[in-house]
């Protein structure tokens, strides 16, 4: 009971301040539960839902991550887990000529949260957000959609070998939701 009076008066604390600003601070953050973390996070889902993809944005996608995969040659694959947030569907590093892309499978599904972003990490099982940066990591920016397929540029001078996993996570909440822990094709 009184952990259910604690979570409550947490998540009205949080819709007070987040008028006054974007969500809880770093030490709420870091202070919090990972149900309180995930209570932060619908919270904020409510007040700002995922945008979707219109249907041609979700069709050029599809067809851009299938060419990069037919015309490419994939040098890594890694399968989504279930982490905070239930995950499924596989990512591949695909290299196009002389440069890489990132897509993501048809089949990919993440159960939404507050603006995802996905990076690369030199560390093969990262167990938190924090730790997934720690040795070095690639920024690829925000995830286009939670549901489908999609692709994304990776820098020029990207070495393949180096980077371990693709990590999603949500970046107000510095929090890890699902992650795919790379292998040979």
Same mark, same amino acid.
């Given at each position: 009971?009184?952990?259910?009076?604690?979570?409550?008066? +947490?998540?009205?604390?949080?819709?007070?301040?987040?008028?006054?600003?974007s969500?809880?601070?770093?030490?709420?953050?870091?202070?919090?539960?990972?149900? *309180?973390?995930?209570?932060?996070?619908? =919270?904020?889902?409510?007040?700002?839902?995922?945008?979707?993809?219109?249907?041609?944005?979700?069709? =050029? *996608?599809? =067809? %851009?991550?299938?060419?990069?995969?037919?015309?490419?040659? +994939? *040098?890594?694959?890694? *399968?989504f887990?279930?982490?905070?947030?239930?995950?499924?569907? $596989?990512?591949?590093?695909?290299?196009?000529? %002389?440069?890489?892309?990132?897509? +993501?499978?048809?089949?990919f599904?993440?159960?939404?949260?507050?603006?995802?972003?996905?990076?690369? $990490?030199?560390?093969?099982?990262?167990? %938190?957000?924090?730790?997934?940066?720690?040795? &070095?990591?690639?920024?690829? &920016?925000?995830?286009?959609? %939670?549901? &489908?397929?999609? +692709?994304?540029?990776?820098? $020029? &001078?990207?070495?393949?070998?180096?980077?371990?996993?693709?990590?999603?996570? $949500?970046?107000?909440?510095?929090?890890?939701?699902?992650?795919?822990?790379?292998?040979?094709?």
């Open positions: 009971m009184r952990k259910s009076l604690f979570v409550l008066m +947490i998540g009205v604390l949080f819709l007070g301040v987040g008028c006054l600003s969500g809880p601070s770093d030490e709420d953050l870091a202070r919090a539960t990972p149900s *309180e973390i995930e209570l932060f996070m619908q =919270q904020a889902l409510q007040e700002h839902p995922l945008k979707p993809l219109s249907n041609e944005e979700k069709e =050029q *996608e599809i =067809q %851009n991550m299938r060419r990069a995969v037919q015309d490419g040659k +994939i *040098e890594r694959v890694a *399968e887990v279930p982490g905070t947030h239930e995950a499924q569907g $596989s990512a591949r590093i695909v290299k196009l000529g %002389n440069r890489y892309v990132l897509t +993501i499978s048809e089949d599904f993440l159960k939404p949260a507050p603006e995802i972003h996905l990076l690369l $990490s030199v560390v093969a099982k990262p167990g %938190n957000f924090t730790e997934a940066q720690t040795q &070095g990591k690639l920024e690829l &920016g925000k995830l286009k959609t %939670n549901l &489908g397929g999609q +692709i994304y540029d990776v820098p $020029s &001078g990207f070495d393949p070998s180096r980077y371990q996993s693709v990590v999603l996570y $949500s970046k107000p909440f510095k929090s890890m939701l699902t992650v795919g822990i790379f292998h040979a094709p």
